[in-house]
Nanobody, 122 residues
């Protein structure tokens, strides 16, 4: 599956943004979809994942209560709604698709989007 992320931008702390990730291919609904991010000088880290089966969601502690992951299988798209953004949320955000079990690590994903930059100013 090929992924195309979009929706990044520059905004002030406290603002909201919704990222989208559109997938190509007919089997999107069978993939667990995750969002990761990588801040300058840091390693890529897990943000959120939504399962393909029952739509269960899991979040990193740093974004819990502020970010919401969702998916629309009819549109082959996964979303990341980000509210109350903080400067520490500044990063390139990547979507990823995994065909195995739910994973919180990069190794659990087979396909990656190109990334979209989110910059939050204080």
């Amino acid at each position: 599956v090929q992924l195309q992320a979009s929706g990044g931008g520059l905004l002030q702390a406290g603002g909201s943004l919704r990222l989208s990730c559109e997938a190509s291919g007919r089997t999107f609904s069978r993939y667990n979809m995750g969002w990761f991010r990588q801040a300058p000088g840091k390693e890529r880290e897990f943000v959120a994942v939504i399962s393909w089966g029952n739509g269960a969601t899991y979040y990193a502690d740093s974004v819990k209560g502020r970010f919401t992951i969702s998916r629309d299988n009819a549109k082959n798209t996964v979303y990341l709604q980000m509210n109350n953004l903080k400067p520490e949320d500044t990063a390139v955000y990547y979507c990823a698709a995994g065909g195995r079990g739910i994973s919180w690590t990069s190794e659990g994903y087979d396909s990656w989007g190109q990334g979209t930059l989110v910059t939050v100013s204080s």
